[in-house]
């Protein structure tokens, strides 16, 4: 198992950028697929972007894609999401997660994930 922790979430106005961190911790980082979901009040938790192990693969939903970019250091054990130009159907719980096998392709199913971090509040308001 791995402890995630996120930061980096708050209340912004539309149009604003934020950027998420996740901090893991407990085994080899480099080598697990790391993502990111969101859920909003009342909705399902959904996918928002994935990363390979070594960056090389990188997913995105329809909904953020062209917007939102994910990333990693390895060397801080620690993946991102930087999302500029936010928008009111942005707001959420952001939770990042890491894939349960090690040098799994990245994907968007919540059941590839075992290790959850407790989420970090986006909240977009005008």
């Known amino acids: 198992q791995v402890q995630l922790v996120e930061s980096g979430g708050g209340l912004v106005q539309i149009g604003d950028s934020l950027r998420l961190s996740c901090v893991a911790s407990?085994?080899?980082?480099?080598?697990?697929?790391m993502g990111w979901f969101r859920q909003a009040p009342g909705k399902e938790r959904e996918f928002v972007a994935a990363?390979?192990?070594?960056?090389?693969?990188?997913i995105y939903a329809d909904s953020v894609k062209g917007r939102f970019t994910i990333s990693r250091d390895n060397a801080k054990n620690t993946v991102y999401l930087q999302m500029p130009s936010l928008k009111a159907e942005d707001t959420a719980v952001y939770s990042c997660?890491?894939?349960?096998?090690?040098?799994?392709?990245?994907?968007?199913?919540?059941?590839?994930?075992?290790?959850w971090g407790q989420g970090t509040q986006v909240t977009v308001s005008s």
């Open positions: 997660a890491a894939a349960a096998t090690p040098y799994q392709r990245p994907t968007s199913r919540i059941v590839d994930y075992s290790s």
């Open positions: 407990g085994r080899t980082f480099s080598s697990y697929a």
């Open positions: 990363i390979s192990g070594g960056s090389v693969i990188t």
